[in-house]
T-cell receptor, first 111, second 113 residues
Framework: QKEVEQNSGPLSVPEGAIASLNCTYS??????FFWYRQYSGKSPELIMF????GDKEDGRFTAQLNKASQYVSLLIRDSQPSDSATYLC???????????FGTGTRLLVSP | DAGVIQSPRHEVTEMGQEVTLRCKPI?????LFWYRQTMMRGLELLIY????????DSGMPEDRFSAKMPNASFSTLKIQPSEPRDSAVYFC???????????FGPGTRLTVL
């Protein structure tokens, strides 16, 4: 069974710090990787996706992928209290749209 | 642009009743997904459609659940009969088949008493 593992947290960081969120996956056939942010009581919101090994930057967010280690991470620079949310990692295989989600990491950014 | 639209936003019903959840995907998207989210099990994919055709329904928990997509702009998820363990937030999401990921609707919070 394909699995996506995340530490449930909470991960607590002070405002302005870098938050590092991690995710591991079991299926070596996984090709696409997504990060979603979910505020309490709201729906998941797609914030980043990455397909190739290495880093991908978008504003304060950087996604990092290492397929050899089956590891994907999300860095949030200059964390803000408004970044406090649960971050969900999701993966799928090439040619397959079925996403497998991790259980999410709760991030708390304190002022 | 309108995002994914779901209705109703909240549904409270009694055990044994039929429940129908509705979804309108983002215009132009050709893939549609139904998810269920609970504290215990997290976010689970129930079924997804490509070009209105069901592709994978392996996540549908049992025969009490059924889903249809009669056209590109509308889908339903039906539970008949409903049970208390079906209580959850049900999300619909849509995407382009080539892009993966998905854009979620606001969800329907279902409570079965």
């Amino acid at each position: 069974q394909k699995e996506v593992e995340q530490n449930s947290g909470p991960l607590s960081v002070p405002e302005g710090a870098i938050a590092s969120l991690n995710c591991t996956y079991s299926d070596r056939g996984s090709q696409s990787f997504f990060w979603y942010r979910q505020y309490s009581g709201k729906s998941p919101e797609l914030i980043m996706f990455i397909y190739s090994n290495g880093d991908k930057e978008d504003g304060r967010f950087t996604a990092q992928l290492n397929k050899a280690s089956q590891y994907v991470s999300l860095l949030i620079r200059d964390s803000q209290p408004s970044d406090s949310a649960t971050y969900l990692c999701a993966v799928n295989e090439e040619g397959f749209q079925k996403l497998v989600f991790g259980t999410g990491t709760r991030l708390l950014v304190s002022p | 642009d309108a995002g994914v639209i779901q209705s109703p936003r909240h549904e409270v019903t009694e055990m044994g009743q039929e429940v129908t959840l509705r979804c309108k995907p983002i215009s132009g998207h050709n893939s549609l997904f139904w998810y269920r989210q609970t504290m215990m099990r997290g976010l689970e994919l129930l079924i997804y459609f490509n070009n209105n055709v069901p592709i994978d329904d392996s996540g549908m928990p049992e025969d009490r659940f059924s889903a249809k997509m009669p056209n590109a702009s509308f889908s339903t998820l039906k539970i008949q009969p409903s049970e208390p363990r079906d209580s959850a937030v049900y999300f619909c999401a849509s995407s382009l088949a080539t892009s993966g990921g998905g854009y979620f609707g606001p969800g329907t919070r279902l409570t079965v008493l």
